[in-house]
């Protein structure tokens, strides 16, 4: 990848690529700061065990990305590319999946809602279980296909390997809601699948994201574009 040897400007224009091409391909996509939403201000008080979720986290609320900071986006553009091709495979699930996508990833805790139901019987209080640090396999598929673009793409920018540490902690710490606090079987899962992407055993979205930013780059890097 040519990306070591590209200007600030020419990264500026690979990621800005890269930003057109997903908004071509998912209807409505946007990056925003969240300081401008309301929305996510309102979920920073929900979501009181994420720390500085306004200021670390990005969040994606299909099709918008909500980002801590503009000046960083457009500062660090190795930052905004691995973000952006994150984002992207949760807004490619999210459209191939509808509102499944968004019952997996808040499941189970979303099924405290129905705790609501009480009056109808105090029965439906146990729901309220739900709401418990209980394990999320439908947000840690989602996180994991995210994740491993993450690694794909550092090593695709850097030829480093990504801090895989990092990684395994965003699935036993309050960061996600504990969705997989399973250490050491996580840790061996990321570890397998970042010497699948130095082989070139790359799943169809991998693929995908490795041939578009290599076009990219390669096109800014010779001036085709």
Same mark, same amino acid.
């Given at each position: 990848? #040519?990306?070591?040897?590209?200007?600030?400007?020419? !990264? $500026?224009?690979?990621?800005?690529? #890269?930003?057109?091409?997903?908004?071509?391909?998912?209807? @409505?996509?946007?990056?925003?700061?969240?300081?401008?939403?309301?929305?996510?201000?309102?979920?920073?008080?929900?979501?009181?065990? /994420?720390?500085?979720?306004?200021? +670390?986290?990005? /969040? $994606?609320?299909?099709?918008?990305?909500?980002?801590?900071?503009?000046?960083?986006?457009?500062?660090?553009?190795?930052?905004? %590319?691995?973000?952006?091709?994150?984002?992207?495979?949760?807004?490619?699930? +999210?459209?191939?999946? @509808?509102?499944?996508?968004?019952? #997996?990833?808040?499941?189970?805790?979303? #099924?405290?809602?129905?705790?609501?139901?009480?009056?109808?019987?105090?029965?439906?209080?146990?729901?309220?279980?739900?709401?418990?640090?209980?394990?999320?396999? @439908? !947000? %840690?598929?989602?996180?994991?296909?995210?994740? +491993?673009?993450?690694?794909? %793409?550092?090593?695709?920018? /850097?030829?480093?390997?990504?801090?895989?540490?990092?990684?395994?902690?965003?699935?036993?710490?309050?960061? =996600?809601?504990?969705?997989?606090?399973?250490? @050491?079987?996580?840790?061996?899962?990321?570890?397998?699948?970042?010497?699948?992407?130095? +082989?070139?055993?790359?799943?169809?979205?991998?693929?995908?994201?490795?041939?578009?930013? *290599?076009? =990219? *780059?390669?096109?800014?890097?010779?001036?085709?574009?």
């Amino acid at each position: 990848m #040519l990306w070591a040897k590209l200007t600030f400007a020419q !990264r $500026t224009k690979v990621r800005n690529l #890269l930003e057109q091409w997903i908004a071509q391909d998912i209807p @409505g996509f946007e990056v925003l700061e969240k300081k401008q939403s309301l929305w996510m201000k309102i979920l920073s008080k929900i979501l009181f065990f /994420t720390p500085n979720f306004m200021d +670390r986290f990005v /969040t $994606t609320f299909y099709p918008k990305v909500y980002i801590p900071s503009r000046d960083r986006w457009e500062k660090n553009n190795y930052y905004s %590319t691995t973000i952006l091709l994150h984002e992207y495979v949760h807004l490619s699930d +999210r459209r191939r999946l @509808g509102l499944l996508f968004n019952f #997996l990833y808040l499941s189970p805790q979303i #099924l405290a809602v129905f705790a609501l139901l009480y009056p109808v019987s105090p029965w439906f209080l146990l729901f309220l279980l739900a709401a418990l640090p209980i394990p999320s396999l @439908g !947000r %840690t598929w989602a996180e994991i296909r995210g994740y +491993r673009m993450s690694i794909a %793409t550092h090593y695709w920018l /850097t030829g480093d390997k990504y801090n895989i540490d990092f990684v395994v902690n965003q699935f036993v710490s309050s960061n =996600y809601y504990w969705m997989f606090p399973f250490k @050491g079987w996580i840790k061996d899962f990321f570890e397998r699948e970042y010497e699948k992407i130095k +082989r070139e055993e790359l799943s169809p979205e991998l693929t995908k994201m490795r041939n578009l930013l *290599t076009s =990219y *780059t390669h096109s800014v890097y010779n001036n085709l574009i």
